[in-house]
Every structure is written in structure tokens, then in C-alpha cells.
């Protein structure tokens, strides 16, 4: 959209100053002020939509060329830039009425192309590509233009050469990387999108300093960029969003967040819809109110991302918020033939009845998993046909893969409704069906290990599950969870294998220790738990001596691991033994209720700004922020303690 030379009005030489200088809102500012004073103003009103435009505010935008339109029908251009900025405001209707009002024989060729954007924005592909084929084959956007339309029929490889070939002839253009970057990441082949990722972002550090790339993540603190036409032209918002988005699904989650506080900043207010999207889903874990809320704010916005719909009914169901899921399924309808999958509407159609029925969800459950293992044995099949073909081997492969990841989530809510039952033997038998599709599957042998541990007979058994698991990133040991470890030492423990149990701790502490050394700050949880759970083990079997004294060390120093987390694994322990000498089962030496009131003050001490609970990020019922910390906690027990002894405080 060129900007056409105005020379009347005492404001023009400094709005174009501030135009040329890409301040745009600074020249909205004068415009307005001008634009009502002379509400007729051809000058103010032309730069008005102009500085719109590039601001991305495209209603705006098109209202000041409405009136330009209006006021002046003669000129073509004006009708042109009323149409593209109601395209840009997703207007899709009223942009393709205003495209039959240009004149064909001198705008033919930029009318066929918005109508064609036009059409691909409403989802008519058809109609698009009937459009993109009257265009002259040698215009540098055909090829673009039939690379979107192959890329939305899912010829991800050959909307890439499209692109690629478009690269060649006109050079180097960020929003044609970005295009090649997103076919490879739909055929996963992350390597290959992060490559051209990587070339968008150097370029955009390189040539826009101004866009304060990756500052925010250096916690330096910058003004909001804006949603400027440079910007848009960079790809960069579009590329750092697709670099989240590799990150999250290779489960490197905190380079996911970091690709998104890299990107320019901005205000909330001034977020794109796919951004917003990220931060929900990728903070869910740390800020998942804030999550809940944008996810469901998104969902009111017309256009919204397509997996905004499943991802909010996803989440309410992983928080067990069942109700909430029911209601905006109830109530977006409409919605969910469009943007659910009928695997993904049963998976949750079954999840919603968990609540209210678990046998019948659990027959819904097996439905699914029963059309999922057929699959799985076709995919079987066809691969065993073609194990000397490399491509329809990989592509085999590669289906497999896709239909397993669908059935294991199947599998793992059957699972739950019998673990929440604490029926175990029954977990068992569930993932013993399921051996010859999911063996190799890491979630699988997780479970597996978990439910082998849960019956007490059978540690062996899950020790057999957890020592792979830990072998696999034994030099980085702090990247298995802390519950896994734990588990793998009690298992070594009542399998009378202590060396083993001691060689893996002095493990844990020796990495503890250098991070300790790197980060004197940073709290890092994973010896303390594998002591507590340990504790926890004595004082489940009688041995509270034992037990609590364990407990008491692994808390030490308290500053660095007190944490929520820690802290339910204590107080479990106290108030079994607390519960167990109120009913006189057993009796502690006065020392070592000394030592039980010494480390509850110390909990007291360190835990006032430690929550004692995570509470549900929806809950409506609040706890008073006073009582939801370890010191309030810490001091009630102790109180109990007093009470339950006879000691005077």
C-alpha cells in the first residue's frame, strides 16, 4: 500500500517525519485531532488509514477508506485499501463486495489476488484455487498462492516446492522461509523447519535492532514494539511461534517458553490469537488459571486457532474439571465438527462420563482402543509387505507412531479408573493387553513400573521397569523425575539390594552438589524426595524412629528444600504417627519428640512464603492466603503434638 504525497496542511511535514521514522501511533495521535477538526480532510483521513494499516488495526483502517471511498469515488486506490484492510479484519463478506466495485481493466490482476486471499480466508479452497488459475502462470505468486492451497490439502512436500521454487525466483522473503519452515515441521521433520527458523531470526536481529529481539528474555525490561507492518513482514512473531511449537512436541518445554519470551514484545492487548494460544498451553503448568482464562477468551474471538477448541476441552478434563468441559461442548456445538476429529470428540465424550459413570466410560474407552489396535495390526501388516521399500517403510513407520500416540492416552484413562479404585491387580491386567503395541513406549513402562511398585509383592518386577528408565539418562540423573527415582530405591531397598539404593543416591547427591555450586540459589528437590519416600516407607512399616528421623534430615537445609511438594510428604508421616499415639499404638521416646517439635519450628521459620497446597486454578472457594502456607500448617501440628504428649510448650 504506497503512501500518496499530501502537501496541504501545516501537520504534513511532521507526520511524515514520524511515518517515515515507523511511528505510527505518535502520527495517529496528530491525525485524529486533525481528522476531527476537518472531519472531511482528504490529507488526514488517506494518512489515518495509512498509519492504521501499517499498525495492523485493519477496522480502523478500513473505516477511514470507507469514508475515503465515499468521499472520493473517482479514485481507484481508495476502494483497493478499503477492500485489503476488510480482508485483514477477517471482514470476509463485505471485503469480497467491495473487490466488484474496482475497476477490472485497470486492477484486474490485484482484484483476482484479493479475491482469491478472500476466499482461502473463508476456507473455500475450491473457489480459491479457481481464482489463483486464472492468474498468469509466470506472476511471482502463483506458485505461493497454489503452495497454500497444497499445503491445506495436506501436500505438505509439494506445497514445499512450491515454496521453494518461488524462493528462487524471487529471493530471499521471511514469509517464504516461514511457509517452508511449516511444511516441514507438518511432516516432522523438525531439523529441516528449525534450520529455516534460524535463518528468519538472525536475519531479523540483524536487520532490525529496533524490534528488541530476545531482550525480554535477558530480563531486560522493553517497551511494546506494536503490531507494525515491519514487524508482519519479518515473520518473526509467526516463526518463534513455530519454534514453541517443535520445542513442546520434542518435550523440551522450557525452550518452548523461551522461544515465546524471545519474540518482540508486546502488550497483552496486542497479542495475535496464536501467540495468546502458546502462552496458555505452554504456561499451563506454572500459571494455569491465567491459562484457563486465555484459552476461553480465544474461544470468543472470530478467527480463533482451530485447536484452541480441543485444547481448552483437553486441559478441563486433565484438572478434572468434567462439568466445565460438558458445558462448552453443550454450548459450542457447532464447533465440534468442525475442529474435533471424531477420535478426538469419543476420547472426550468418554473422559466427561468418568465422572458420573466409570463403568460405561470405561466400555467407551474400549471401543476406541478396540478401532485403535486394529489399526495398529493393519499398519502391522502393511509394513511387513514393504520392509525393502525405505520410503513406504518410513511412511509406515510414521503412521504407526501417529496411531499409537492416540492409543496410549485411551489406555492410560481405562488404567485410571481402576487405580483411583486402588485396584491395581486390574492396572495390571489392562496394561498386560495392551504388551504388544506398547512395549517399547516410555509412558507405557512408566506405568507399568508404577503399578508394579503399588503392590508391594512385586518389586522386583518394577525394578525390572525402573532401571532403564534411569540408565537411559544416568549422566544427567536430575532429568528423571524425582518420584522414579524414589520408587527405584525403595525397590532396591525391600529387595535387599542397599547398594544399590546407596550407589543411586550418592548419585543424585553428587549432581545436587554441582548445581548447588552453579546456581547457589536454585532449589532442587530430588535427593530430599527419595529420603522422604524412604521415610515414609519406615513409618508405613511400624518404624517411626527410623522414619521420621529420615524425614527430618532430607528437609535439611530448609531454605533450600522446603517446598510444596515436600512438605505433603512430611506431614503425611507426622500425622500418621500422630494419629497412631493418639489411639496409644505406639509410644516415642521424649527425644525424639524433641526432634519433631525442633524441625516443625524450623518448618515454621522457613515455610511463610512456601504453599502448603497447590489449590485448582478454577476453584472458586479460596484459602484464606494466611492458612495456605507451611508455617500455618507446621504450627497446627505442632499444636497436635502438644496436645497428643502432654508437653508443655
Sequence with gaps: ?????????????????????????????????????????????????????????????????????????????????YAQSLYGACAFPEAMKTTFLLDSTTSHTKMIKLQAAIKYGEEDFSGAKSLVEQLPQEDPDYDVDLGCLLYKEGEYEEACKKFMSSMNVLGYQPDLAYNIALCYYSLKQYASALKYIAEIIERGIREHPELSIGMTTEGIDVRS??????????????????????????????????????????????????????QALMNMDIKPTEGFEKLAFLLQQNPFPPVTFGNLLLLYCKFEYFDLAADVLAENAHLTYKFLTPYLYEFLDAMITCQ?????????????????????????KQEARHNRDDESLKKYVQDYDEVLERYIPVLMAQAKIYWNRENYSMVEKIFHKSLEFCNEHDTWKLNVA???????????????????????HYENI???????????????????????????????????????????????????????????????????DFG????????????KKLGTDTWFYAKRCFLS????????????????????????????????????????????????????????????????????TGWNE
Design 356 to 380: 458420573t459413570a466409570p463403568e460405561e466410560a470405561f466400555r467407551k474407552f474400549d471401543e476406541i482402543a478396540g478401532k485403535l489396535t486394529e489399526q495398529l495390526r493393519k499398519v502391522t
Design 225 to 278: 514494539v506494536g503490531n507494525t507492518l515491519v514487524l508482519h513482514e519479518t515473520a518473526l512473531i509467526e516463526a518463534f511461534n513455530l519454534k514453541a511449537a517443535i520445542e513442546y512436541q520434542l518435550k523440551n518445554y522450557a525452550a518452548a517458553q523461551e522461544a515465546l519470551t524471545d519474540m518482540p514484545p508486546r502488550s497483552e492487548e496486542e497479542l495475535d490469537p496464536v501467540t495468546l494460544h502458546n
Design 548 to 559: 521420621i528421623s529420615r524425614v527430618i534430615k532430607s528437609l535439611e537445609p530448609y531454605n
Design 450 to 472: 508404577h503399578v508394579l511398585f503399588m503392590q508391594d509383592n512385586k518389586y522386583k518386577e518394577a525394578i525390572g521397569f525402573y532401571e532403564p528408565i534411569v540408565k537411559k
Design 1 to 81: 500500500m504506497p503512501l500518496t504525497t499530501i502537501k496541504d496542511g501545516e501537520y504534513t511535514a511532521t507526520v511524515y517525519k514520524m511515518i517515515k521514522e515507523g511511528r505510527y501511533g505518535d502520527a495517529i495521535h496528530i491525525l485524529s485531532k486533525e481528522h476531527q477538526k476537518h472531519s472531511k480532510s482528504r490529507a488526514a483521513l488517506s494518512l489515518l488509514g495509512y498509519c492504521y494499516y501499517h499498525m495492523q488495526d485493519f477496522t480502523n483502517a478500513a473505516e477511514c477508506y470507507e469514508q475515503l471511498t465515499q468521499l472520493h469515488p473517482e479514485v481507484e486506490d481508495y476502494k483497493l485499501y
Design 478 to 544: 536430575l532429568n528423571v523425575s524425582a518420584i522414579v527415582l524414589a520408587n527405584l530405591c525403595v525397590s532396591y531397598i525391600m529387595t535387599s539390594q542397599n547398594e544399590e539404593a546407596e550407589e543411586l543416591m550418592r548419585k543424585i547427591e553428587k549432581e545436587e552438589e554441582q548445581i548447588s555450586y552453579e546456581e547457589p540459589d536454585k532449589k532442587v528437590f530430588h535427593l530430599c524426595i527419595v529420603n522422604l519416600v524412604i521415610g515414609t516407607l519406615y513409618c508405613a512399616k511400624g518404624n517411626y
Design 577 to 644: 504417627l500422630l494419629e497412631n499415639m493418639a489411639k496409644h499404638m505406639i509410644m516415642l521416646r521424649d527425644s525424639v519428640v524433641q526432634e519433631c517439635i525442633q524441625f516443625l519450628e524450623h518448618c515454621e521459620m522457613y515455610g511463610k512464603d512456601v504453599p502448603a497446597i497447590i489449590e485448582q486454578p478454577l476453584e472458586e472457594d479460596r484459602i484464606h492466603i494466611g492458612k495456605n502456607t507451611v508455617t500455618y500448617e507446621s504450627r497446627l501440628i505442632k499444636a497436635l503434638f502438644y496436645e497428643v
